[in-house]
């Protein structure tokens, strides 16, 4: 067996690093970026454009530095892309491995760049497809009977309707094309980006664009998009937009099985399926596709994204973009509900991040908080109050499914796809401010008198993207 160098990733000490206690407060937040360096940056004057927690008439994004390092998430808002002023882009990005953050914070900056470049040449402005227009009443219809009086009316309906999704699908196509020749060009860029090292580190990514009533979202990893919508009844739902690309469901395991990458959970945490390279147990991959992460790409590892395409109605409210740092400890419903119940538009995405934040102490008081982020982008910029007037509706529902017999606790009133595959059960996420004070005073009162604490492997830093930074303990050794 030849000696492994000590810059691989196989390795005993790649990434390990030691850290120095640090004796801040836990429930300090932290900005999710160096202001200064960010604000140097040329794309940060871009008018409409914003990255550090903020809003807009139309959106709110926020993040939180977890008790993991540098905040690796990243994340963008940017009205009027493609210098139109019905559309919209919005990303979130959540790093990983030793240089995580800079890989997510580069991806953010040249992404919407290049599809804007892919995107342009094809739709211009003008092309813009227009919304379409039915017949509601009778007047109406009298009117289309008149001017196709020498041809049959419904006929000429169903052309214009065939017409207009004939449009609507070579617009799918183009947006697709250029999601995927964006994402394509960018993660190649990666690997001769001098200033960040992508071997065994890299980023998810959650995006879309909204062009009028026209919405494509596209996903690479385990970030995640959810719609707020209205179901028949007028109650408030949760629609899952996009699929977690975990390396356990059956297609990605098949195409990284077939490059000879391996896929497989560890024994202290058995929910959690990894990637890891042919001969070599790392780095342990938490997700199937991912910029960077160039140690894997020979092995199964892929940057292509997972693109759809939707039809905005008037029953959709908003949609949320967010890193598992928000979808490990809160449900779809969950998130919808926090939105729908926050005061006002522009504090939606902070208050989903302290929830995520203050679930996070409650349900693994062991583990260290990641790092959360979320982008809320509200689909009826006009209707300013369509959100908060449902808060009650969502706080009586809560209330009601805390009173719920225990042996119908599986069953659930909202749709959705349920929450990522990488979390454990938990009953409820509900918590009172104090409670959570609490513990987070007898967690620091009790940190100098735990050294001598013995946990499992991964106790205390579970959930982790990726084990490069991790030592891996034997137990018995």
Known sequence: MSPTTPGSPCSPGFGVKKRKNSKKRLGSRNSSFNR???????????????????????????????????????????????????????????GHGPYGHMVAKSVRDSLPLKLSAYWEPKVPVEASPKPITTVNNSEDAAAVSFVSAEEEPSRSINMEEENMEESHSELFQTLKEA????????????????????????????????????????????????????????????????????????????????????????????????????????????????????????????????????????????????????????SNEEVVGIVAAAPSRSSAARAVVESAVRAWRYKYPTSKVDDCAAVCLYLDSNNTNAISTTASSISKLADEELETPSENDDESGLSGLGRSSSVRTSKEIALDESEAERLIKEEEDNMDTEHGTEYSALEGVARVNTLLNLPRFVPGK
């Open 36 to 94: 200064m360096r960010d604000d140097d940056d040329p794309s940060s004057t871009v008018p409409g454009r914003i990255f550090l927690n903020g809003s807009s008439e139309v959106a709110c994004i926020f993040t939180q530095q977890g008790k993991k390092g540098p905040n690796q998430d990243a994340m963008v808002v940017w009205e009027n892309f493609g210098s139109r002023k019905d559309t919209i882009f919005c990303g979130v990005f959540d």
């Open 179 to 330: 999601f995927l020749k964006a994402y394509k060009v960018v993660d190649r860029e990666l690997i001769f980006n001098g200033s960040v090292d992508c071997f065994c580190s890299g980023t998810t990514a959650v995006t879309l664009i909204k062009q009028g009533e026209y919405l494509v979202v596209g996903n690479v990893g385990d970030s995640r998009a959810v719609m707020g919508t209205r179901d028949g009844e007028n109650g408030l739902v949760a629609v899952q937009l996009t699929v977690d690309l975990k390396p356990n469901l059956p297609a990605e395991e098949e195409r990284i099985k077939k490059c000879r990458g391996r896929v497989f959970a560890l024994k202290d945490e058995p929910e959690v399926c990894r990637v890891w390279l042919p001969n070599c147990d790392s780095p342990g991959l938490a997700m199937a596709r991912a910029f960077g992460d160039f140690c894997l790409k020979n092995f199964g590892l892929i940057s292509v994204p997972d693109v759809s395409f939707r039809r905005v109605t008037q029953k959709d409210e908003f949609i949320v973009l967010a890193s598992d740092g928000i979808w490990d400890v809160l």
